[in-house]
């Protein structure tokens, strides 16, 4: 299948990372850490092999409750590399972990002391996609949205759909055999891997595909005398000699992936072949029996609509009775949710608005998914449901959803079960252990009713939600992993759900594998006889038991146990550092570190801000999860506690995050790297002193006013010969970065001057142009360092437009918020910057005065930072009233007073790219709404941080990094204009941030772009 003959673009092994990455200085340098080991696979393999601690500590979790460190990583560039490494391993005898994207539940991808393969930085190409016959071939490292991105065109998709398919790799969906949403339509992963090439414990590559039994091919791979050859025949006579025992103890479920594939690896094909196929073997091995290299995947159609109602009961019991009843209505997604759900959605200021549909009184409800795949007629399927489910079933009401975004939002409620319950403050925690078992559907509410018994009688509690129509119910027990009874309740609840499972002919796990958490089980669940035939299988593929040990089998004498690693056990402790900061909201210092479970959400390759390092990276370290890990590691007791303290900590772990706040509203507990960075570099600086460039940046403001009073001598230092090569000796401010440059007449000077310019002394007073009597209200505009020194056209221009809606505005001479300070971690200067301002605005929010602000990272600041800064009753007061100037226009509907000439808005196609700090306070959409009113056809990016992040992009030392983040940008900006030819205008980038615009400003071929207030104002009425 070559993709010159599938008329499609061939996609080589460079295309999925076409982006400049770069190198990051990661701790692998040194005295060769890792011994002989180490410095074999160095030699053996052409990419990164690295066993620095850092490198450990990173890759010792994965999204489960488990942790270990393994020995060292390895990021293979091909697969040849893989070979090299696992022939190198076999030489050391050392256990050796594939991994993805390390988003498992279930402790798969924690391996104390393996070698990691990490597949997911370089073995990530689409290299064929064949459009006719609906397949696609993939390296195990491409992330699953990515794929579905590249299928859209042609109307196809990979049909498991896991929740975490935004970072998930194709390669840990076959160790898991991972499935989704719509598992009740497509089932699970085994069904779309049709072929495999795979490496072997030994380093040899087979290539796994139906194989006709006693066929020609089969006689010519089994008269060999090579692993293949004992593999093939292994298998075949355990199926053979255990058919019974399969078809007695494999339930029959659509989902069921404990243990082997053993049910699955022998067919009838169409032509009544008997059919042995290795790759539904390996899917589900969770990297036990090989690892998988390159993968044949079976495509699916996408459905053009589809349609969705929520039902809604008074009774878990009665919503998972009806389970049945809904399967009869050729859905393609049956779900449930519970109460609590809906409380913990209420209660939370990000998904409230999702949950309020929800009628009072609902203790669950199901949603029903259709598709015109299925059914010709949604709205008629939607009907007949309604009429089984409430006219003649127990739910008490419907809510049909036919528009996308209408079902987007309830697709949203549903899929915040997960993050709701795990941003649970404090150690007892809803724990993924037993959380995934599948049971028949017509069992589900009596196992519900046992499982709530086993609760009960263990004395906790857990939610219910999830995958109702395929009988998998996500339940988490709440226990305190760090006190060694409720570790022992762990394993207790464990041993009875499996009881409990196996009474309702279920799978211990349906959904998130075995791993470390439910290994220990398979005996019971499979009995002594298949328990036996996976230790055979397990040897053959693995003689030495090398291939990722204790996960879906165990050796006699070393069994797994469900307790071992805790990532949180009884002897985990922490240190709560004394902070500048006030961390109370969160619990502490140490629990906002612990916070982060390892979902890896941080890992999305699109959408939202989180988390824009690791997208110009690709490396671990550069995620949140990966500066979490290292923070608490840290505190932990990992790491040397003082490793906070070092340079290396400083440069390698914290300065790479730019503080977007992206992980603030991205991450889905809400960890917050932006502030631990402030607090940690503070103490830092507390210990080690502040660099004189760290000083100078903190202080921006005191350089732009000097600048201002120089102007424009001052603009024409920078260009003296010399002076870029002395600023990058000395200050390390990268040559290639345009400076800013500043104006003798500052915004302020302006403001105050403007009475000359022949306005009715009765009618302004300082500087307004509003009278008093005349204004609908009164703001002071803030003259942001950028706005005042250097751009004070931007602040002319929310002055007209502010007063065109007929406001009162004074622009007084204040210090800065003290954002420049914090961001370098240097807190006093920031509480001192805080304390005055709120000082000089006193006098304004007594008044009732708002303050508004153009630079949002200035209203972030205020409304956000110094909640934890200053100590202060007037903070709340200055928070309640700080706007940017768009989200106070917009607030209260002010630009539908103002007369804008739309023959001239209209025509001008606006791209625009909202800053990383107001969309962390949910108010990026402010501009787009009042930039639309006012007639201008808006395109907002889905963009993640422009890079620049205040002095950031300037370091010399983060140029390169600070350009990879640009390029994203860029990427979307390019898109949007691509997609918009149809527009007549000439289009325009438009950006609220200093720094967004500084990036755009110095990208090749584009001008800086305009911040949203001058266009209003470009756009008003003359006259
Ligand atoms: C919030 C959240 C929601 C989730 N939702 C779902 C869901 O809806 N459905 C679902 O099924 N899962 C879900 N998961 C679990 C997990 O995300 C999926 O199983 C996912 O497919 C794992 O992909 P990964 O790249 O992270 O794999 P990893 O975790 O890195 O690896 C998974 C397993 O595959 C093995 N492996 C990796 N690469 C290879 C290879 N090349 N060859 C052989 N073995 C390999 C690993 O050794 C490991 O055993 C969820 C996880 C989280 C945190
Ligand atoms: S930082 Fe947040 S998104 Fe990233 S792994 Fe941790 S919990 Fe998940
Ligand atoms: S603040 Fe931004 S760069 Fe830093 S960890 Fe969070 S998302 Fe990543």
């Not at 988003?103 to 924690?110: D, E, H, I, K």
């Not at 809904?326 to 959605?345: G, K, Q």
């Not at 309702?504 to 035939?533: I, M, Q, V």
Request: hydrophobic letters at 35%; a negative charge.
């Amino acid at each position: 299948m070559a993709a010159e003959d599938s008329g499609v673009d061939a996609r080589g092994e460079d295309r999925a990372r076409t982006r400049h990455r770069p190198p990051l200085e990661t701790g692998a340098g040194g005295d060769e850490p890792g011994g002989s080991l180490a410095a074999d696979l160095r030699d053996a393999v052409d990419g990164d092999v690295r066993f620095d601690e850092y490198t450990r500590v990173l890759y010792a979790t994965d999204g489960s409750i488990y942790g270990a460190q393994p020995a060292g990583v390895v990021f293979p560039r091909d697969t040849a590399d893989v070979r090299a490494a696992m022939a190198v391993a076999a030489d050391h005898d050392a256990p050796v972990l594939p991994r993805g994207a390390g988003s498992s539940l279930a402790g798969q991808t924690v391996g104390p002391g393996c070698v990691v393969l990490d597949l997911s930085r370089h073995m990530d190409a689409i290299r064929e996609i064949d459009p006719d016959a609906r397949c696609a071939v993939v390296q195990p490292g491409v992330v699953q949205d990515d794929l579905d991105a590249a299928l859209e065109p042609y109307g196809l998709q990979f049909a498991p759909d896991p929740a975490s398919s935004n970072r998930a790799t194709i390669g840990g969906g076959i160790g898991n055999n991972s499935t989704g949403a719509h598992s009740v339509r497509y089932g699970i992963t085994d069904a779309y891997v049709d072929e495999c090439e795979v490496v072997l414990a030994d380093g040899s590559l087979v290539h796994t595909r139906d194989v006709v039994l006693d066929g020609p091919e089969w006689d010519r791979i089994v008269s060999k005398d090579d692993r293949e050859a004992a593999i093939y025949r292994t298998v075949r006579a355990l199926v053979e000699d255990n058919a019974d025992e399969i078809a007695e103890r494999y339930p029959d479920l659509k989902r069921s992936v404990s243990g082997y594939n053993l049910q699955k690896v022998l067919r009838t094909d169409s032509e009544g072949n008997r059919v042995i196929n290795l790759s539904k073997l390996l899917v589900g091995a969770e990297g036990t029996l090989g690892v998988v290299v390159e993968a044949t995947l079976s495509l699916v159609t996408r459905p053009d609509e589809t349609a969705l109602a929520v039902y809604c009961y008074d009774d878990l019991l009665e919503a998972l009775a009806a389970v049945p009843a809904a399967l009869e209505r050729e859905a393609s997604a049956v779900e449930l949710m519970d109460d609590e759900v809906f409380r913990l959605a209420a209660e939370s200021a990000e998904y409230a608005e999702y949950a309020e549909p929800i009628p009072d009184g609902t203790a669950a409800a199901l949603m029903l998914e259709f598709d015109s795949e299925v059914v010709d007629d949604l709205p008629a399927a939607v009907d007949a449901a309604t009429a089984a489910l409430v006219g003649e079933g127990a739910a008490f009401d419907s809510i049909p959803a036919f528009e996308p975004a209408a079902q987007d939002r309830l697709w949203k409620l549903r899929k915040a079960a997960i993050p709701l319950l795990m941003s649970m403050d404090g150690d007892p925690k809803p724990y993924p252990f037993v959380e995934d078992a599948s049971v028949p559907p017509d069992e589900l509410a009596a196992y519900v009713e046992g499982f709530q018994e086993i609760l009960e009688n263990h004395d906790t509690e857990a939610a219910y939600f999830a995958h109702a129509g395929v009988g998998t119910l996500h339940i988490r027990p709440v226990l305190n992993l760090k006190d060694g009874e409720d570790v022992e309740k762990m394993r207790a609840i464990a041993d009875d759900v499996t009881d409990l499972v196996r009474e309702h002919n279920g799978s211990f796990s349906g959904e998130h594998g075995d791993g470390l958490a439910r290994t220990e089980f398979n005996p019971k669940l499979y009995g002594p006889d298949l328990w036996e035939a996976f230790q055979d299988l397990k040897s053959t593929f693995d003689p030495d038991w090398r291939m990722n040990p204790g996960k879906v089998v165990y050796r006699e004498g070393d069994p797994t146990d469900v307790r071992e690693h805790l990532r949180y056990g009884p002897d985990y402790a922490s240190l709560e550092p004394r902070t500048a900061l006030e961390f109370d909201d969160e619990g502490g210092f140490s629990d906002l570190v612990e916070l982060c479970n390892g979902c890896g959400t941080c890992r999305q390759t699109d959408g939202d801000v989180m988390c824009p390092t690791y997208r110009a990276t690709e490396e671990e370290i550069a995620t949140t999860r990966g500066r979490a890990n290292l923070l608490r590691a840290a505190i932990g007791g990992e790491l040397d506690p003082e490793e906070l303290y070092t340079e290396r900590f400083q440069s390698e772990v914290l300065d790479l995050c730019v503080g977007c706040k992206g992980c603030q509203s991205d991450c889905p507990t809400g960890v917050d790297l932006a502030k631990l960075k402030a607090e940690v570099k503070h103490q830092y600086h507390e210990r080690e002193g502040a660099s004189l460039r760290k000083r100078l940046f903190a202080n921006v403001d005191h350089l732009a006013s000097l600048g201002s009073a120089f102007a424009p001598l001052a603009n024409r230092a920078t260009e003296l010969p010399g002076a870029r090569t002395a600023l990058e000796k000395t200050l390390r401010i990268a040559p290639e970065r345009t400076l800013p440059t500043f104006r003798r007449e500052t915004l302020v000077d302006w403001f105050e001057g403007r009475d000359a310019d022949g306005v009715s002394e009765t009618r302004a007073r300082g500087g307004s142009r509003v009278a008093s009597e005349d204004a609908t209200a009164g703001v002071v505009l803030f003259p942001d360092t950028d706005t005042n020194y250097s751009n004070p056209e931007v602040g002319k221009a929310a002055v007209e437009v502010l007063e065109a809606a007929n406001v009162r505005v004074t622009v007084p001479d204040l210090g800065p918020t003290g954002r420049a300070a914090y961001s370098e971690g240097l807190l006093e200067t920031a509480a001192e910057r805080g304390r005055e301002l709120l000082e000089d605005l006193d006098p304004y929010l007594e008044r009732g005065w708002s303050v508004l602000f153009v630079e949002p990272s200035d209203a972030a600041m205020v409304v956000d930072e110094y909640r934890s800064l200053l100590d202060d009753d007037r903070v709340e007061t200055l928070a309640a009233n700080a706007y940017g100037v768009c989200e106070y226009l917009d607030e209260r509907r002010l630009d539908e007073a103002i007369a804008f000439d739309e023959s001239a808005t209209a025509g001008t196609p606006v791209t625009y790219h909202g800053h990383c700090h107001q969309k962390a306070r949910g108010a990026d959409h402010h501009a787009v709404g009042v930039l639309r009113r006012a007639g201008y056809p808006v395109d907002p990016v889905d963009s993640t941080c422009c890079g620049m992040a205040g002095s950031f992009g300037y370091e010399a030392e983060h140029y390169d990094l600070s350009t990879a983040m640009g390029s994203l940008l860029r990427e979307k900006l390019e898109t949007s204009a691509a997609e918009r030819t149809g527009d007549d205008g000439e289009s325009v980038v438009a950006a609220p941030g200093t720094s967004c615009r500084t990036q755009v400003g110095d990208f090749e071929g584009y001008d800086r772009p305009a911040h949203p207030v001058e266009l209003l104002a470009r756009g008003l009425e003359s006259g």
